[in-house]
């Protein structure tokens, strides 16, 4: 998992950040406009991917592709607003590698636990920690902020 946890190096890895991303823009969207009934899945499916070291290319790129597509599904004046707001733009995992280390590290724990929590299928405990654990990767949190929410993701897991 370190490998994937860490700033992209690879053509692969700079995909899986957009992924992530992508990922990261849906869960903006869902805050203010209602899931479908693939959301949950399609949110899952990104993680399961995005946490697989050996996943390729073209596999990222399609699943960044779905991603998109389910978050213009869910809000779909988004796709073609005029004056776009930025809330359900796609995020940018730079941010998150240049973060200072204490705040790094702990979105990067939250960041795992989602990882684990999306090996299995969704269930009404998973759902609101891995939609709640996107949605703060993108925000400037301090610590005292993000730590519960890292706690909360880890003890989901266990």
């Known amino acids: 998992m ?3 946890l860490s700033a992209p190096v690879t053509e692969a890895q700079a995909e899986r950040d957009r992924l992530l991303g992508a990922l990261i823009g849906l869960s903006h969207t869902i805050v203010n406009e209602p899931k479908t009934e693939d959301t949950d899945r399609v949110l899952t499916s990104g993680l399961r991917l995005a946490s697989d070291p050996d996943a390729g290319l073209d596999a990222l ?3 960044t592709a779905i991603v998109r597509e389910e978050k213009h599904r869910v809000a779909p004046n988004c796709a073609t ?3 776009p707001c930025g809330n359900t733009s796609d995020y940018d995992m730079a941010r998150l590698w240049n973060a200072p280390e204490d705040i790094r590290t702990l979105k990067l724990r ?14 009404e405990e998973t759902v609101p920690v891995i939609d709640q654990g996107l949605f703060v990767l993108s925000e400037d949190w301090d610590e005292e902020l993000l730590l519960p929410i ?3 993701a880890e003890a989901v897991c266990s």
């Open 81 to 83: 607003c005029a004056m």
């Open 150 to 152: 890292a706690e909360r």
């Open 2 to 4: 370190d490998q994937v």
């Open 61 to 63: 790129r399609r699943m």
């Open 110 to 123: 939250i960041l795992n636990s989602l990882f684990r929590l999306a090996q299995n299928r969704p269930s």
